[in-house]
């Protein structure tokens, strides 16, 4: 069987995927009814994520004219809608900035200033770490940045690197919910695999099974050579001359409660319905497909070449659906995101697999710092990067994927997207 335009069926399924995150679509279904509304003095809403923006619009739309609403929220520069209630702000994503610290303070402030009779509502999605910057006593901000670049340049994963940041902040791991005496509503877009609460956005408002100890250990596994006040602000946390993170059990969680309005999973149920409708047989292998970019690609690859020889454990048409993040180890000086670089590896991988194409792309629509989501491939990508003078193994090994499909015209752009559910990764065998 044959499938017909089988990059725009691929990039179909991509937009599918972004519009069951959409929190303009969805997040309606998470909100509290006007009978609870009305039973709080007020709702005061804050918020941090490359989804901040639609959600607080979202809450906007929703929200009875007559109950008092206002509130702050943080989101990406670019990524900002205009809201009529809810002030939005515009920070530095991945990176950390003065813009998100002076937000988040703003945020805790008013937070803290809440009674038992008010709603705390906070809307997070991915993006919300960076985002949410505020210190830790004695951190100074451009230490955190500093942290923030070694630890992304060094192939941890999100959840290990989220463990360093609660405990360098005063707002995430549980410590904003543990800041107010109001009761406490999260709604959430997940990015994180497997929807861990307490990692999204660094858990402003779920308890942290982590500790100042899983901290340096996590800098000293990935060889983060961080800061002295870094390190000094962690280590007296392991001697017990700084707080810890709220912890399960702790009584500030009885009084919040956590709702999902958008998850990876759903995203590529979402996407798999646009294969099944073309004819072509959807296989989600899950949301949480993680590690190294281009040892992934590996398995991908291996998979798709044994469909290809042996019909197994799949016929073709058959699409590959994953999700998760993807970590690259930086070692060279080129442009690419994880995204970028998980599908030049798959090109060199699937060398020789016949009809084949494949799509990996960021929900947010930003692939790590460029401007694409991600990027496409087909079985002739190869043979157009070799007559365009591309070299695709040394462009790997200088981190450059970006450079490569932009030469080939193969990069996905989209724009910001306001919505974050993790990468997005589709191999269509036709």
Known sequence: MSV??????????????????????????????????????????VGAGKAAASMALAVERHWPAQA??????????????PCARIRVVEAGHPMPDAAGEEAAAGILAAAGQLGEEDLLLVLLSGGGSSLLALPAPGVPLADLRATTGLLLASGAPIQEINTVRKHLSRIQGGRLAAATRARVLALLVSDVAGDDLSSIASGPCAPDPGSFADALDVLRRWRVDA??????HLRRGLEGREPETPKPGDAAFLRVEHRLAATAHA??????????????????????????????????????REISLHGQPFRRPVALISGGECTVTVRGRGRGGRCAEFTLALAQSMAGVGQAWAIAADTDGIDGTEDNAGALLGPDTLARAARAGLDPRRMLDDNDAWSF????????VTGPTRTNVNDYRAILLA
């Open 267 to 304: 995203s590529l149920q979402a996407a798999a319905r646009v294969f099944e409708a073309a004819g072509v047989r959807p296989v989600v292998l899950g949301d949480t497909v993680t590690g190294e970019a281009r040892d992934v690609a590996a398995v991908m690859a291996a998979i798709a």
């Open 68 to 81: 008092r609403l206002d509130g702050l929220v943080v989101t990406r520069h670019g990524h900002g809608l």
């Open 227 to 232: 800061p002295e006040p870094v390190l000094a």
């Open 4 to 45: 017909a335009a089988p990059r725009e069926l691929l990039l179909d399924s991509f937009r599918a995927a972004i519009a069951a995150a959409d929190p303009l679509r969805i997040l309606a279904a998470v909100l509290p009814g006007p009978t609870e509304i009305a039973g709080f003095r007020r709702t005061l809403v």
């Open 405 to 412: 499909f932009a030469a080939l015209g193969d990069l996905v």
